[in-house]
């Protein structure tokens, strides 16, 4: 640290043998401070209890800047000492990412014009409405141009305390610009190697279009890793991005990973956009992430085969094991060449499914669209229709109107073309019915796959589907395994029947989910559609076996309740951009809402932090927070460890959420992530399936 004071020391020397001359100098050389510090805060109404964010803000003189929390070559951050009523927190402090500032022939990294550095400040619980709120603190900085300047000053802010909070329509646009200055957790693994001049830096990012890009910029969190004056030579291409630097005085051990802010600027429709992002590089002999192992594509099929075996046995699988369950048996009795033919054609239905999922997926993704496994489920329009489509099925087993051969395969020989028709269309609906679920195995894979180009992501999309449909396929090709199926019968009536509940189940769980994204409107217009359906469904059934006129005036009144039920489906539309917080559970740990800076305040006070990434329509995500986060054992341990409790629910589209996914190389949810207190520990990723000992030995731990 010596040799960082020396320049600083220089500057502030040459700064103190200027002070005599500052009366004679030019206004904008010294009369009166060079940076105005006020404090605004995004809310004007405070609730007991509640956080918000408040920012000191800096208001620069012309020519003048202040610095980052890493200065660069010279300078020094801003600090502050808060004094707070009682009961009253102010977390970390928050930095928007910086910029250049070449001095002479040294380069420091701050802030011109007006910065904007944040803090969360929590309101005690014990406050009531009507109370004021008083914030006050000193902030010390340094702010040079040709000389440097220390300066401080007071700042204070009084907020009124409300039953409920309410935006500052003032400030609040500042507080929400500074946010959106704040890096955020990179989405893609970074690696570094050194010689004795050089650091290269490498971040796994093929997605990027080198054409869009900029400039790159890579700024360490830490003073002497790198010589900040010197050149930063940036490539990319189709592997992501290689950043060539100059090695600083102190660059960490070659096991010490290496922090830091890489700003891309990249062309976009809009013009030249910057996106910062909190990078963390780690060796080249060492593993990129703890929850984001790098694995070759070989591997990534294997583990995508592997989880496409265990999908079959996830709940998200089990509505559709009904359609599965009365095919298999009705293969009884089919000869070999019958046999083959629907189990390559059940195969077929789950790879074409798998195929244009991804697809999908990939094209969204290139587009720009933060999205990940399950992607579909995250509009409700979709959510709408696949409710619909789960109904009719139900209704159709339940004998209410005729499907037979043309989708399950039954009432029709197994080898007749209608039954092959259906056979596809029960892997297609086998595959959506397996997208909210992650199982064991497949997480790793999609998330590699996402960061592939579009051939082997598409590879790996569909080693899963064949996975997925391998044990229907190979009991269609094994004859003495199909013998030792139950014989069709009379029974097979009772059977249809009596599984068509777990589709109502699933309507019933896709309407719930619909209610979290889209609001009792969206609700509202999706049951009128579900009583359409079923009027529809009652009309055709009763109209079936009438005479020509009859049955020709009930198809046109079903397909017009039909037609209704769907005009009604784009109501879900309008929903609302985020899910609502889910209620918190009555017998576990309460959950709080997620946030990076949530994450990184909680840890910088020295707290432990376990994140759940769910979302309503991930069945495996429920049933885990049902047999494992709802333990009364498990809110013991989290309340005896200190450990607090983050929710990140990506039931709606977030970003947010999808850039956390990528850091620990998922695509998907759930994902359990463990944080150990203090900032410089490395999280545990928890496996996908929990348990209430896999939990508490992970906390235990801490």
Known sequence: ????????????????????????????????????????????????????????????????????????????????????????????????????????????YGYSNEVVVLTRITAPAGLSPGDRLALRGRASWLVCAKICIPEEADYALTLAVAARSAPDPRSAPAIAAARRAVPVPSPWPGRYATT?????????????????????????????????????????????????????????????????????????????????????????????????????????????????????????????????????????????????????????????????????????????????????????????????????????????????????????????????????????????????????????????????PAAAALLVFEALGLGLALPFLVLSLVPAWRRRLPRPGAWMEWLKQALAFPLYATAAWLVWVLSHQAGPEALAAALGGLVLIAFAAWLSGRTRDARPRWRRAGSAAAATAVAAALALGPLALSAPTSAPPAAAATTGPAAARWSPSRVTELRAQGKPVFVNFTAAWCITCLVNERVALHSPV????????????????????????????????????????????????APTVLPQILSEGTILEAIEGL
């Open 1 to 108: 640290m010596a040799w960082r004071s020396l320049p600083l020391l220089a500057l502030l020397a040459l700064g103190a043998l200027a002070g005599t001359a500052r009366a004679a100098a030019p206004a904008t050389q010294g009369a009166g401070p060079q940076v105005r510090v006020d404090l605004i805060s995004e809310t004007a109404a405070v609730e007991p209890g509640g956080a918000f964010w408040v920012g000191i803000r800096q208001r620069i003189a012309p020519g003048w800047h202040t610095y980052w929390i890493n200065p660069g070559d010279s300078g020094e951050a801003m600090t502050v000492a808060w004094d707070l009523p009682s009961g009253v927190t102010a977390g970390p402090l928050v930095w928007p990412h910086p910029e250049r500032i070449p001095v002479g022939p040294a380069v420091s």
């Open 196 to 452: 004795p001049h050089s650091v290269t830096l490498t971040v796994a990012a093929p997605e990027l279009r080198a054409e869009r890009v900029g400039d790159v910029w890579f700024f360490p969190a830490r003073w002497g890793v790198i010589d900040h004056a010197a050149p930063q030579d940036a490539t990319v291409d189709g592997s992501g991005i290689t950043l060539r630097l100059t090695r600083g005085a102190i660059v960490e051990a070659a096991e010490g990973p290496i922090d830091g802010v890489l700003v891309i600027r990249e062309r976009l429709d809009g013009g030249m956009v910057s996106q910062a992002f909190a990078i963390q590089a780690v060796s080249s002999g060492a593993p990129a992430h703890a929850g984001a192992p790098v694995i070759s594509l070989l591997e990534a099929v294997g583990l995508a085969l592997l989880g496409g075996l265990v999908l079959n046995l996830m709940p998200c699988v089990l509505p559709v094991l009904s359609i599965k369950a009365l095919a298999l048996v009705a293969h009884a009795d089919a000869g070999p060449a019958a046999a083959r033919r629907h189990g390559l054609a059940y195969a077929a239905g789950v790879l074409a499914s798998f195929g244009a999922l991804a697809g999908g997926l990939l094209i969204l993704r290139a587009g720009g669209a933060q999205i990940g496994w399950g992607f579909q489920l995250q509009s409700p329009l979709v959510v709408t229709l696949l409710a619909y489509l789960f109904f009719a099925l139900a209704l159709a087993l339940s004998g209410v109107w005729l499907v037979g051969g043309r989708l399950t395969g039954l009432g029709h020989g197994l080898a007749a073309r209608p039954g092959l028709t259906g056979t596809f269309f029960t892997g297609a609906l086998a595959a959506v019915a397996a997208t909210p679920c992650t199982a064991p195995f497949m997480g790793v894979a999609v998330g590699y796959a996402v960061t592939q």
């Open 634 to 681: 498990v809110a013991d341990a989290f309340a005896r460890k200190g450990v607090t409790y983050l929710k990140a629910d990506w039931t709606s589209r977030s970003a947010e959420i999808a850039t956390a996914l990528g850091t620990f190389g998922r695509n998907g949810v759930p994902l359990y992530v463990v944080y150990p207190a203090g900032e410089t520990g």
